[in-house]
């Protein structure tokens, strides 16, 4: 059989380099079989077509053949909670359909325990449970893994596997920002010990994380940790007042590295709005943060961040 990969992100974003994991498996099982595996084309024949789409804004591509297997959260006419089959889930991705990355990926756990508004792990993966070993995830031809779990502090099997990585050789990223709420002293202790690619990432979508993200910022302090080496994601809803303060508190942290997502869900029709993307794009992500409030950025620019049309103009 000739099979075609058909990677939406990857022909949506052209400087895209995440390699998609869903692809990867499908791609190293085919292969099992006997088959030839490579980038669908849409002037090539194939005798089975494989389509992912992780995000709801990407767009659906319109020559893909009507019989394509799609799957991933951003079809949103397709079931939340779709998997891969087991037989294909259970492969080792390959990595060579994307040569540009140089790193390992997967997850030591899957689902989340929270039912946040704005997201939709639970209804995708449902409730938090053990899936992999960090040695079942590893390349051995790289020191880097990069894992994608949603809330792996939240699982005793997922702390465990964090543990029994100190003193490997291999460095790690947690790319989805960790629950400052779980960490303990203990876990602080185990965080510090890690080898990090980069940032030690949590997430801060809410004035109630404040003061646990300030607690964990001390504690791996007292575990050596500088706050430049701490990356925090901050989730900006329509209240932008809320992701206001939650800059305020935390940007004194010297070096600390804060970055702003603009809330998006199409599945709920929810869509980021000017005043939004002017927090997200220009005051953070620009760093005027840094030397401002956002009422100061505000005046200073001419015009109310509260209202959408006057940013727009």
């Given at each position: 059989?000739?099979?075609?990969?058909?990677?939406?992100?990857?022909?949506?974003?052209?400087?895209?380099?995440?390699p998609?994991?869903?692809?990867?498996?499908?791609?190293?099982?085919?292969?099992?079989?006997?088959?030839?595996?490579?980038?669908?084309?849409?002037?090539?024949?194939?005798?089975?077509?494989?389509?992912?789409?992780?995000?709801?804004?990407?767009?659906?591509?319109?020559?893909?053949?009507?019989?394509?297997?799609?799957?991933g959260?951003?079809?949103?006419?397709?079931?939340?909670?779709?998997?891969?089959?087991?037989?294909?889930?259970?492969?080792?991705?390959?990595?060579?359909?994307?040569?540009?990355?140089?790193?390992?990926?997967?997850?030591?756990?899957?689902?989340?325990?929270?039912?946040?508004?704005?997201?939709?792990?639970?209804?995708?993966?449902?409730?938090?449970?053990?899936?992999?070993?960090?040695?079942?995830?590893?390349?051995?031809?790289t020191?880097?893994?990069?894992?994608?779990?949603?809330?792996?502090?939240?699982c005793?099997?997922g702390?465990?596997?964090?543990?029994?990585l100190?003193?490997?050789?291999?460095?790690?990223?947690?790319?989805?920002?960790?629950?400052?709420?779980?960490?303990?002293?203990?876990?602080?202790?185990?965080?510090?010990?890690?080898?990090?690619?980069?940032?030690?990432?949590?997430?801060?979508?809410?004035?109630?994380?404040?003061?646990?993200?300030?607690?964990?910022?001390?504690?791996?302090?007292?575990?050596?940790?500088?706050?430049?080496?701490?990356?925090?994601?901050?989730?900006?809803?329509?209240?932008?007042?809320?992701?206001?303060?939650?800059?305020?508190?935390?940007?004194?942290?010297?070096?600390i590295?804060?970055?702003?997502?603009?809330?998006?869900?199409?599945?709920?029709?929810i869509?980021?709005?000017?005043?939004?993307?002017?927090?997200?794009?220009?005051?953070?992500?620009?760093?005027?943060?840094?030397?401002e409030?956002?009422?100061?950025?505000?005046?200073?620019?001419?015009?109310?961040?509260?209202?959408?049309?006057?940013?727009?103009?």
């Open positions: 059989m000739i099979i075609g990969l058909h990677d939406a992100e990857k022909e949506h974003f052209k400087s895209k380099t995440f998609n994991y869903a692809l990867m498996k499908i791609s190293a099982w085919h292969k099992l079989q006997g088959d030839t595996v490579e980038w669908w084309n849409p002037l090539m024949k194939y005798d089975r077509v494989y389509s992912s789409k992780v995000f709801d804004f990407t767009p659906v591509n319109p020559y893909l053949p009507d019989d394509a297997i799609r799957g959260s951003g079809y949103r006419d397709l079931p939340m909670n779709q998997e891969l089959p087991p037989e294909i889930d259970a492969m080792f991705p390959d990595y060579s359909i994307y040569p540009e990355c140089d790193y390992a990926i997967g997850y030591l756990t899957r689902g989340c325990p929270n039912h946040c508004r704005w997201c939709i792990v639970p209804k995708k993966e449902g409730g938090i449970r053990p899936y992999r070993t960090w040695e079942q995830l590893a390349r051995p031809d020191d880097k893994l990069v894992l994608m779990d949603n809330n792996i502090l939240s005793e099997h702390i465990r596997q964090l543990e029994s100190i003193g490997s050789k291999y460095r790690i990223d947690l790319n989805q920002g960790m629950d400052a709420r779980l960490v303990n002293d203990h876990i602080a202790g185990i965080l510090a010990q890690l080898k990090w690619i980069r940032f030690i990432r949590f997430s801060c979508d809410q004035k109630s994380q404040i003061n646990p993200i300030r607690r964990t910022i001390e504690l791996l302090g007292k575990h050596g940790v500088r706050p430049y080496r701490i990356f925090i994601y901050l989730l900006v809803t329509a209240d932008i007042e809320d992701a206001a303060d939650r800059v305020e508190a935390l940007k004194g942290y010297t070096g590295n804060l970055y702003a997502q603009a809330e998006r869900n199409e599945r709920l029709g869509m980021p709005n000017a005043a939004q993307l002017e927090f997200q794009q220009r005051y953070v992500y620009g760093g005027c943060y840094r030397k409030t956002w009422n100061e950025y505000c005046d200073r620019k001419g015009f109310d961040c509260k209202n959408e049309s006057e940013v727009m103009a």
